[in-house]
């Protein structure tokens, strides 16, 4: 199967500062990314994370958000009190207190946790544990077959996916899934190399993706089988 890639993309009122969080707690590096946009690189088991100019709507909770590992209670104190330095802020979203995973929120609201040590489903996937989404179990095959990634999880209409050499884990929920309203603020992007535009995009209808429009840029934009849109671009 050909090579493809997968980027978060968040819209965000700041983009260079918001990237610039996220490097400083992921101990990565920034690169520029188009006219605005600022990128952290991902590898073959990671995805890049992209921030682009944005007005992010709130509506409700974002159907997306990063699970970060941590290796033992010290070493999850001291995560969480670099996220709050960096800018972040504790976020009350009904968590019991016996819970052992601490909810945060970035300097633009976005949801992210981070996980206690001990966690058997997120071990050995890296600091960046997890893109977790809201979605069903239709959606979280839809993503297996179009990235070409194994099944690593499917019981009790929750899924998840993960590159065939291991590392961060994007799951799904399942449902139900909270209506879609407006621009998805947090989004796939789909890169693939050696094919053409046409091939890639007909692959992914077949898989059951839905045509939406083209931006300017040449960037296709397809909605996954639970309305969420997507950017593909072809290299």
């Known amino acids: 199967m050909l090579p493809r890639h997968l980027t978060l993309t968040l ?26 946009g600022v990128r952290l690189p991902g590898t073959d088991t990671r995805p890049d994370l992209r921030f682009v ?65 001990g966690n058997t489903f997120l071990a050995g996937c890296g600091r960046l544990g997890e893109v977790a989404c809201d979605g069903t179990r239709e959606v979280g095959l839809f993503w297996s077959r179009a990235l070409g990634w194994p099944l690593v999880w499917d019981q009790d209409q929750e899924t998840a996916v993960q590159a065939p050499h291991g590392g961060t884990k994007v799951a799904w929920g399942g449902p139900p899934v909270a209506p879609q309203r407006g621009r998805n603020p947090q989004r796939f992007d789909l890169a693939a190399a050696g094919t053409d535009p046409r091939t890639e995009v007909d692959r992914l209808v077949a898989l059951g993706a839905t045509r939406l429009d083209a931006t300017a840029d040449g960037v296709v934009l397809l909605a996954d089988p639970d309305g969420n849109a997507f950017g593909v671009t072809v290299g």
Do not use: K
Request: glycine content about 10%.
């Open 11 to 36: 819209d965000a009122r700041h983009p260079t500062r918001l990237a610039r969080f996220w490097a400083d707690l992921l101990g990565q590096d920034t690169v520029e990314d188009g006219t605005d």
């Open 53 to 117: 100019p944005g007005q992010p709507h709130r509506t409700g909770p974002h159907r997306m958000h990063l699970h970060l590992t941590s290796d033992s209670p010290d070493d999850q104190r001291l995560q969480v009190a670099r996220a709050i330095a960096l800018g972040g802020s504790h976020l009350d979203v009904g968590q019991r207190p016996e819970e052992t995973h601490v909810v945060l929120a970035d300097p633009e609201g976005n949801e992210f946790c981070v996980i206690g040590p």
